[in-house]
DNA sequence: ATGCCCCACGCTGTGGGA
């Protein structure tokens, strides 16, 4: 089973590259994020006729979440038991589905804006949330995992040069503990292999050539359970739907496990 | 070549992204 985590940037501007991308590739599983839209507009008929089922959670501008599968769509659950919200306002973040013999999470992570802003508390919280919302699945014996966008480089490593992150965002202390606080459920790092270069970034900005310049941050994660973990077979970053012209500043990253 | 920001909303800008 191949199964990927990609943030889209808006599913309208993208649906014909995700069309050809999931044919291409023959990606089974497709954990999506920042569909930009509602759920009404969400192209599920396309889908449909390339035999995906669509579960997406999204209301509008902002954010929204989706699972798309050919191998089984069960269980859904739209929204994260216990989300803070973000100024009284629950966000369409999270989104869960079994699929076939595996139970997953598309998760996009609040940004936090800056250290110390109303956003980042709601990081934080919103973390905290998400943790207790997985830990049974995560201790649990059938495959599982949390994919997505978390915002959230899990080490110095994981960004083109930290010097350039002093006190911002994305790389602090407080979350990565809350990284380390979800793997503490049971969920493991599945690192992807770059397709070039050293590093498996999976984000580049769009402005100064980034991606030419290899400016990436590794902030689009894979946590699995032991089951999910064992089962993994390969795992690598896409860079190659970064490029060209109507591409999103996220590459997906794939994953084959054998389940 | 990977190439100098892009998205939605809705309008001549604004908010958000990271």
């Given at each position: 089973m191949r199964i990927a985590t990609w943030n889209v940037n808006s599913i309208t501007a993208r649906t014909p590259r995700l069309l050809a991308?999931?044919?291409s590739t023959g990606t089974?599983?497709?954990c999506l994020q920042e569909a930009k839209t509602t759920?009404?507009?969400?192209?599920?008929?396309?889908?449909?006729?390339?035999?995906?089922?669509?579960?997406?959670h999204a209301t509008g501008r902002w954010n929204g979440v989706a699972v798309i599968s050919r191998v089984?769509?069960?269980d859904v659950v739209k929204g994260l038991p216990g989300d803070p919200g973000y100024e009284d306002v629950q966000e369409p973040r999270a989104v869960a589905a079994t699929c076939g013999p595996v139970r997953v999470w598309s998760v996009y992570v609040p940004n936090g804006r800056e250290v110390g802003h109303a956003h980042y508390a709601y990081k934080l919280r919103w973390f905290e949330a998400l943790r207790a919302a997985v830990a049974d699945d995560a201790a649990g014996g059938r495959p599982f995992a949390v994919l997505?966008?978390?915002?959230?480089?899990?080490?110095?490593?994981?960004?083109?040069?930290i010097s350039v992150f002093d006190g911002a965002t994305h790389v602090t202390p407080a979350e990565r503990a809350a990284l380390a606080?979800?793997?503490a459920t049971g969920l493991g790092d599945v690192v992807p292999r770059p397709l070039k270069y050293d590093h498996p970034y999976t984000y580049w900005d769009?402005?100064?050539?980034?991606?030419?310049k290899n400016k990436g941050m590794r902030i689009d994660l894979v946590y699995g359970n032991e089951p999910f973990t064992k089962a993994v077979t390969?795992?690598?970053?896409?860079?190659?739907?970064?490029?060209g012209k109507g591409a999103s500043d996220h590459a997906p990253v794939v994953v084959d496990l054998d389940v």
């Open positions: 991308w999931l044919e089974d599983v497709l759920e009404a507009q969400f192209p599920v008929a396309e889908l449909r006729e390339l035999g995906y089922e669509s579960a997406v089984g769509l069960e997505g966008d978390y915002n959230v480089a899990p080490a110095d490593e994981d960004v083109w040069d606080d979800l793997r769009y402005r100064q050539l980034s991606f030419p390969d795992a690598y970053v896409d860079r190659e739907e970064r490029k």
